[in-house]
């Protein structure tokens, strides 16, 4: 039988994209055009720094949402990728770039809701 696994409950927040450990700082690209790819943040935010993570988001039809995560490996790395790249055009739209996580506005996504027992008032737990 296989040894107990500890880890799979930070594996399933992780891939919730919730993660205490995670290391690296988190740039939210919005008002991309909708032909940009995987490649295009790729080959653009790799030019200021190393990246540990990129993805263009797309909704269940397969059609991009018009926005993307980038994460760096480096904070100073994301500081410089917001001010080169904020509202620069690319494909003729500006895009709208944030830092995500710390010190920065926490997402939505990240927050979960936790409702009491015996009817305690519901309340927000940010992870």
Known sequence: SLPWQHDLFEDSLRA???????VGTKLYVSNLDHGV???DIRELFSEIGELK???VHYDKNGRSSGSAEVVYLRRSD????????N?????????????VGANAEVPVSARIN???TKGRKKRTVVM
């Open 78 to 85: 994301a500081f410089a990728a917001l001010k080169r790249y």
């Open 53 to 55: 993570r990129y993805s």
């Open 37 to 39: 790819t995987n490649e």
């Open 16 to 22: 919730a994209g919730i993660s205490g450990v995670e």
């Open 87 to 99: 509202n620069v055009l690319l494909d003729g739209k500006p895009m709208i770039i944030e830092i």
């Open 114 to 116: 936790v409702t009491g």
